[in-house]
């Protein structure tokens, strides 16, 4: 769905509010101060605060379903090549959407809000439907194992990215790197998540391996 600047710039504002403040915690009229609009150009827009979540999560899945149904028609690439993209966009998404993510994350812990786990559940379920479309294009091109657990591939990918996002304070200590410039650290951090996640992905889903 193509959203207008004014779309934009109240989804942008609802995920910074959600991410630190909860969904619960977070008002329409929050949202529309921090915003610079009026509560009813929100109702125009969205229709209500969990209207607008879904569109939120709607927005962030749509890039990754885009990049599939490419990557799919892309005949230059290996299947094996294929995910190794997808692996690299997977971080830098999360690198570059925190606030989304931490809302992710968040809301599946405290798990009071039975609308949100629903999204995140109907989002979860997209994605694996777009990345299994990848993985048996693999299978068909015999180029990966006829049995691959696309859940546990994709936790192993998400729960790897976010679980050192979490805890990148404490990767900077055990591994003496807190004089190390903030841009630096993030491109280290990158690198080094893309290694390890490839390295994975290569032995899970290649016959060689």
Same mark, same amino acid.
């Given at each position: 769905?193509?959203?207008?600047?004014?779309?934009?710039?109240?989804?942008?504002?609802?995920?910074?509010?959600?991410?630190?403040?909860? %969904?619960?915690?977070?008002?329409?009229?929050?949202? !529309?101060?921090?915003?610079?609009?009026?509560? !009813?150009?929100?109702?125009?827009? %969205?229709?209500?605060?969990?209207?607008?979540? &879904?569109?939120?999560?709607?927005?962030?899945? &749509?890039?990754?379903?885009?990049?599939?149904?490419?990557?799919?028609?892309?005949? @230059?690439?290996?299947?094996?090549?294929?995910?190794?993209?997808?692996?690299?966009?997977?971080? &830098?998404?999360?690198?570059?959407? #925190?606030?989304?993510?931490?809302?992710?994350?968040?809301?599946?812990?405290?798990?009071?809000?039975?609308?949100?786990?629903?999204?995140?559940?109907?989002?979860?379920?997209?994605?694996? &439907?777009?990345?299994?479309?990848?993985?048996?294009?693999?299978?068909?091109?015999?180029?990966?194992?006829?049995?691959?657990?696309?859940?546990?591939?994709?936790?192993?990918?998400?729960?790897?990215?976010? @679980?050192?996002?979490?805890?990148?304070?404490?990767?900077?200590?055990?591994?003496?790197? @807190?004089?190390?410039? #903030?841009?630096?650290?993030?491109?280290?951090?990158? @690198?080094?998540?893309?290694?390890?996640?490839?390295?994975?992905?290569?032995?899970?889903?290649?016959?060689?391996?």
């Amino acid at each position: 769905m193509n959203y207008s600047d004014k779309q934009i710039q109240i989804l942008t504002t609802a995920e910074r509010l959600f991410s630190s403040n909860g %969904f619960d915690g977070t008002s329409v009229r929050d949202i !529309a101060d921090e915003a610079g609009v009026n509560i !009813a150009m929100i109702s125009y827009y %969205f229709g209500s605060k969990e209207k607008l979540m &879904e569109a939120l999560f709607s927005r962030r899945s &749509e890039d990754i379903n885009m990049q599939i149904e490419s990557l799919l028609h892309n005949e @230059q690439m290996s299947s094996l090549q294929k995910m190794e993209s997808l692996v690299d966009s997977y971080i &830098e998404r999360v690198m570059q959407k #925190q606030q989304f993510f931490k809302i992710m994350m968040c809301e599946q812990v405290i798990n009071k809000n039975p609308a949100i786990i629903k999204l995140i559940g109907e989002m979860k379920k997209r994605n694996i &439907e777009s990345i299994t479309k990848l993985i048996k294009d693999g299978q068909q091109k015999k180029e990966f194992k006829k049995k691959v657990d696309v859940l546990l591939l994709m936790n192993t990918l998400i729960g790897c990215i976010t @679980q050192t996002m979490l805890t990148l304070e404490y990767y900077q200590e055990f591994n003496d790197l @807190q004089n190390v410039p #903030q841009d630096q650290f993030f491109e280290q951090i990158k @690198q080094k998540l893309s290694i390890h996640i490839k390295f994975l992905f290569k032995a899970l889903l290649n016959y060689e391996a």
